[in-house]
């Protein structure tokens, strides 16, 4: 059985890549190309926190974006040594076609599928993006004014479970991820596609600070590949 990944999104300082391995999170999240992101980096940037994520031994990073300049996206890998990219805007399938020609095989692609309501807007894509070069779907909400990204909302466990046969790649789950939720999602969890969760609000305090306790307690409580560690 595969492991449950945990991924925490939106780490800016070295500080924080390093409470995030210390507490049990297996993928960390850096965003550029994300316009007035509150956790904004830059490509120097990037590189430094992705190579203080690998140093650790635990975490992978992974480059989380609204960048659909495929050129641009083959220079940050190049620059920076990642190795999955996180497309959370409306990117389209020709867009990822380009991008998987361009960079290295090895180099996994996430697209983020956004469900309104339990819809999903980019459904009738679906196969296309698959057909593109997508390694791995991530499933997120937008919200009734059309915010995407740390809504803190969650997704409706049947339209989850609804929309993964749309699709043959494995999926990681987002929206208002928590320690506390996770029984809500066992049917979704139990699913063999199932490769984790993307967690943002819940790793952090009421200043938007990442809590280590948190974020341990998001291990335990979904059980994922590191729980043990940090019980
Ligand atoms: O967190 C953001 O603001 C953000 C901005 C741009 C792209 C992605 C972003 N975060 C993603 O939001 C979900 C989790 O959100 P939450 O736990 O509901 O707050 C996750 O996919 C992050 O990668």
Not at 102 to 125: M, Q, S
Not at 207 to 229: D, L, P, V
Request: proline share 4%; aromatic share 6%.
């Amino acid at each position: 059985m595969t492991k449950t990944l945990l991924k925490v999104c939106g780490a800016k300082t070295r500080r924080d890549v390093e409470l995030l391995a210390d507490s049990g999170a297996d993928l960390v999240g850096l965003w550029h190309g994300v316009p007035n992101g509150p956790s904004e980096v830059s490509v120097d940037q990037v590189s430094l926190l992705a190579e203080a994520a690998r140093a650790t031994g635990q975490l992978e990073p992974m480059l989380v974006t609204f960048l659909s300049d495929v050129d641009l996206l083959r220079e940050i890998v190049a620059r920076t040594g990642i190795r999955w990219i996180q497309l959370h805007a409306y990117q389209m399938p020709q867009m990822i076609k380009a991008l998987r020609r361009t960079v290295p095989d090895d180099v996994t692609i996430v697209k983020v599928l956004h469900l309104r309501a339990g819809t999903c807007l980019e459904k009738p894509l679906i196969k296309a993006y698959e057909k593109a070069g997508t390694d791995l779907f991530l499933l997120d909400v937008v919200t009734e004014d059309g915010q995407i990204g740390s809504t803190g909302q969650r997704l409706h466990p049947k339209a989850v479970v609804e929309l993964v046969p749309s699709f043959t790649k494995p999926f990681l789950l987002a929206g208002g991820i928590s320690a506390h939720n996770s029984a809500d999602y066992a049917t979704v969890a139990a699913h063999p596609q199932f490769l984790g969760i993307d967690v943002d609000t819940g790793a952090r305090d009421h200043r938007g600070h990442f809590e280590g306790k948190n974020i341990s307690a998001i291990t335990r409580g979904w059980r994922t590949a590191r729980h043990e560690e940090v019980a």
